[in-house]
């Protein structure tokens, strides 16, 4: 679960006041910690949640729960209340995404323009859980996209643990499809044996592989299928570090490589090397047998340019990576 790293006393436009925001005079004050426990209760209600929907679902409890008397007022509640959000956690680019989404697709809209405003707040509201809706939806579209890709005989590794790409692999196992899956450790976090386990009971033969085999296994793999935690501009993804060395390994033996990430993890972000890339690292110990004067440098994700990845599969459709520039386009337009 995401922490909250931010430090000292709440701003004052975040004094908790009430469920979510209350009035002094013109202006209106957003409870910022109402907002984080609402997300907080929202990924804990399913082990399913991602975090996205999560910040999504608090955002439009925002919206209902608003005190505001204006549409500015309204506009300003939501900016407010994703900006505590993003303070659980700076660095997590899928819950930036996800909330600058949100504001964009409920703000942008004729509803706006009406007189009365209570009918205002009304048809946001709408608007917000239609995109709350849709985005709980994304997983299944991804799944019945991508399974199709997954042909009888086939083996498919796997990196990190992706909720949408197990999606895509037991919807394969629903159509009848029998596929085995190799899937890397997945250190410091051993997200790979969540991975193997989730596979296991789900009847898939599966295989466990050390981060650096993966180039000695690379020549039995069909195909590659990892998650994201960001599509960027250019069509490239952001992911569990790894992922990078991995698609590497593919393309030298001419094996696809398809990344599963629903729409609301498209960012605006536009890596050119892995130095542009927000900064964050897992903890991990080498014990006393390392010296304590050697440095670890462990960061948590890299990035996979365009070049190297075959198709995304969306809740948007099959996309190419050229296609997803597009994409980002309309979605934030």
């Given amino acids: 679960m995401l922490r909250n790293t931010s430090s000292g006393a709440l701003p004052t436009a975040f004094r908790p006041r009430g469920p979510f925001s209350s009035h002094s005079g013109d202006v209106t004050y957003v409870n910022a910690e109402a907002v984080v426990r609402e997300f907080h209760e929202a990924l804990s209600r399913s082990s399913d949640m991602a975090v996205a929907v999560a910040a999504i679902t608090a955002l439009t409890s925002v919206i ?13 509640e939501l900016k407010d209340a994703a900006n505590a959000l993003q303070r659980c956690n700076d660095t997590a680019i ?64 796997c990196h990190g643990y992706s909720r949408v790409a197990l999606a895509v692999l037991r919807k394969a196992v629903a159509a009848g499809t029998q596929f085995n899956v190799i899937v890397t450790e997945g250190r410091p976090d051993e997200t790979g044996i969540t991975t193997a386990r989730a596979l296991k009971d789900s009847g898939v033969p ?22 994201a935690e960001a599509v960027v501009e250019n069509g490239g993804v952001i992911n569990k570090l790894g992922t990078y060395q991995i698609a590497i390994a593919a393309r030298a033996h001419s094996v696809p490589l398809y990344v599963a990430a629903e729409s609301y993890k498209f960012a605006r972000l536009y890596p050119l090397s892995q130095r542009d890339l927000p900064l964050e690292r897992k903890q991990i110990d080498f014990g006393p047998l390392l010296p304590p004067q050697v ?25 190419t990576p050229a296609a997803v520039s597009d994409e980002l386009i309309q979605l934030y337009s």
């Fill in 64 to 76: 209902r729960s608003s005190s505001a008397s204006t549409v500015m007022g309204l506009e300003k």
């Fill in 206 to 227: 599966t295989s466990l592989v050390l981060d650096s085999g993966v180039g000695y296994v690379m020549e039995k793999v069909d195909m590659v299928l990892v998650g």
């Fill in 94 to 157: 899928s819950l930036k995404a996800g909330c600058d989404l949100f504001l964009r697709y409920t703000t942008r809209t004729s509803a706006l323009e009406l007189d009365n405003f209570a009918m205002v707040k009304k048809k946001l509201i709408e608007r917000g859980r239609h995109f709350a809706d849709t985005s709980k939806r994304a997983r299944a579209a991804i799944a019945e996209q991508g399974q199709r890709f997954i042909r009888s005989g086939f083996t498919v590794l």
């Fill in 295 to 319: 440095a670890v440098d462990n960061p948590s994700r890299d990035f996979t340019p365009p070049a190297y990845i075959s198709l995304l599969f969306t809740d948007l459709g099959v996309l």
